[in-house]
Structures are given as structure tokens and as C-alpha cells.
């Protein structure tokens, strides 16, 4: 069993930032992937960002730039930069991990972005 627990979320204004933070315990031997996903009201689950146990990472056209993924492998945490907020990035962030143990998401963090 793996849990995920995020933090950071929480309202800003256009332009501004915010760092969202996200925990991995339990029976976790390695971490391959640790991804930001993102659900706005009425529309499907997107990735947000991804990085890769070598540091590798992919991001989503409408925050590259703006947005930056980063982790720590021996505490098993990821984490996410947003700078430079925009209203359309109002959603609910997920934690996402994937390795040998499954894929496991977090219980998501809010996100709004007022204009």
C-alpha cells in the first residue's frame, strides 16, 4: 500500500505563485515516475508535469515555462513550481507515482487562480 499526501494549494491571484508539495510512504522499493496531473471543472484529467527516477521531464504545452517539477528521491517527494498564474490553470492537482509496487494517486489539492 502506497499513500500520497499533497499540499500546497490555495488561492492566488493572476500572475502570482504557488508550490505544491507531495509525499510518498508506504511499501514503495522505487519510484520510476512522479507526475502532476490536473482537473478543471467539466473536463477531463490532464498531466500537468512528469519527471523520471533520472531526473527527465515532461510537461504540458500550456505551463512549460511557467511551471517546474522537481523531486527528492530519498525523502520520496515531488514537487511543483507554478509561477506566473492564469485563471485557466484553476483545477485540482493530483500526485501521481508509478514504479514496480503500481500506480497510486493522491487525494488532489485545489487550485484557483482568480483574475
Known amino acids: 500500500q502506497v499513500q500520497l499526501v499533497e499540499s500546497g494549494g490555495g488561492l492566488v491571484q493572476a500572475g502570482g505563485s504557488l508550490r505544491l508539495s507531495c509525499a510518498a510512504s508506504?511499501?514503495?522499493?522505487?519510484?520510476?515516475?512522479m507526475a502532476w496531473y490536473r482537473q478543471a471543472p467539466g473536463k477531463q484529467r490532464e498531466l500537468a508535469a512528469a519527471?523520471?527516477?533520472?531526473?527527465?521531464?515532461n510537461y504540458a504545452a500550456s505551463v512549460k515555462g511557467r511551471f517546474t517539477i522537481s523531486r527528492d528521491n530519498a525523502k520520496n517527494m515531488v514537487y511543483l513550481q507554478m509561477n506566473s498564474l492564469k485563471p485557466e490553470d484553476t483545477a485540482v492537482y493530483y500526485c501521481?507515482?508509478?514504479?514496480?509496487?503500481?500506480?497510486?494517486w493522491g487525494q488532489g489539492t485545489q487550485v484557483t487562480v482568480s483574475s
Open positions: 501521481y507515482v508509478a514504479g514496480g509496487f503500481g500506480n497510486y
Open positions: 508506504g511499501s514503495i522499493a522505487s519510484i520510476n515516475v
Open positions: 519527471i523520471n527516477f533520472l531526473g527527465g521531464t
